[in-house]
């Protein structure tokens, strides 16, 4: 599709002395008025370049480009040079592509050739996968969609958490209060009150520590008995994690753990050692990072046993050579931002020039309206039951409203579990926020509902008009008949959406594709409050149900980078 910017910056550049077109480029502006022109160009800085007051160069500049085809109008205001797109041309181009590439309208090939990783959701075997989990969950699983459609070769990662002191807790606390039935009925439920009562039971007999730590010491040395604990602990909590990525259609390319990473940490301690980064500190082997304002980096306890650090370092040296990736994402809360500064450094230090393509995506943390989440204490929110929840309320709604739809559960899923993601998606990701059940299953406003609701009634329309009328619409149209304001608001959204989809990558933040399709569905909204669609003149009829037609893909393509279905009644 044609760059607008970029055809502005070629106009203007034969009456702009000294800037390149690339410099022109970037000095086009977008007002936030639509009355002072789709584009302006500030003449500040070419004051010195002319000897001349800027307002009176931007009216030289105005004159001069006026009357090219690509403008409705060209004025200057101040030291403004305000440009009017040509609106139907601009219909005719952004309307066209739309419907000429359809589903893959916003897609880039700008990531041909190159891997990504995206490490996200990554729940801690054998305990809740609760409403805290959401927020990597859905954020990281965004990313990954939106960096598979600029065209890179994205790999999805769940880094369990299935590793670490926590197990000698879990078995000792099975071996004394738990049962087989029990676990294989509800493991996640059953092994969090066993998890619970342990931290209770040892504030009264601290040895109950001592004898958990124990526990962990066999299972890293291999005895049977807790390895299969442990192995049956990690199938029994998958099987209930899959059942919420099941819901929120979510899949994965490798679930490599931290127990993966348990043989790879030798080679990285002596390799550390070699390199003479590591230092002994009161019997901890440490790499020193005073130098860069960071506390030393904890590689070896005093015991002999590992930690985060060195399994991160491991898995990202394993990741590197195994896909040799271009970007190495994690999305982690903003919490466990020190941790990755350190681990990022030691690899630098390390020698290897790929530490800077290793991305730390914080986000902003989930705590509830009583209180913060503990999992010791047992005060979570499981993430299954907000999204049932979600799911049975929508259904209510639209068996209340009597929509006509042929699978109400199928449409309620769709929603009700499109609600939920909208809602962490619909913020910046660094920002923490307040569980709260009204606003997460309020389809009101600016919600993923409202969204889609404007999808289905696209659909609608389209249904409306007929397959004869939907033919003729991508076969070609008159676009000096959606020309209106409301329309001419609409097609620069759409025109926009793949430079939103670019900026959302570039920045790793979804909600900017968020904002952005809600802004389309209100757009449309308006183009359908102000003017009637489908009219009597073939000619018009054609070219607003052309408009439609866009609107709806550009929804349905948006939606689907946040990992959202776009139902086609509601």
Known sequence: MISYKEKIAEILAPHVEGLEKDEIMEMIETPADSKMGDYAFPCFKLAKIFRKAPQMIAQTLAEAIGSEAVFEKVENVNAYVNMFLSREEMAQEVVSEVIARGDDYGRSDVGQGKKVIVEYSSPNIAKPFHIGHIRSTVIGNSIYKIYDFLGYDTIRINHLGDYGTQFGKMICAYRRWGNKEDVVREPIKSLLSYYTKFHVEAEKDPALEDEARAIFAKLEKGEPEEVELWKWFREESLKEFNRVYDMLGITFDSYNGESFYSDKMPRIVDELKEKGLLVEDNGAQIVKLDEYDLPPALIKKSDGSTLYITRDIAAAVYRKETYDFYKNIYVVASQQNLHFQQWFKV????????????????????????????????????????????????KQIILEKNVTTENVDETAHDVGVGAVVFNELSNYRIKDYVFSWDKVLNFEGETGPYVQYTHARACSILRRAGEETVSAAKEGFDASCITGESAHHLIKLLYALPEVIAEAGEKYEPSIVTRHIVDIAQGFNKFYHDEHILVEDEKEKTAKVALVLAVQTAIKNGLGLLGMKAPEKM
């Open 347 to 394: 690899i630098e230090m390390m020698g290897y020039d790929w530490a800077k393509d290793c991305v730390h995506v914080p986000f902003g943390l989930v705590s509830m309206e009583d209180g913060t989440m503990s999992t010791r204490q047992g005060r979570v929110v499981f993430l299954e039951d907000v999204l049932n929840r979600a799911v049975e309320q929508t």
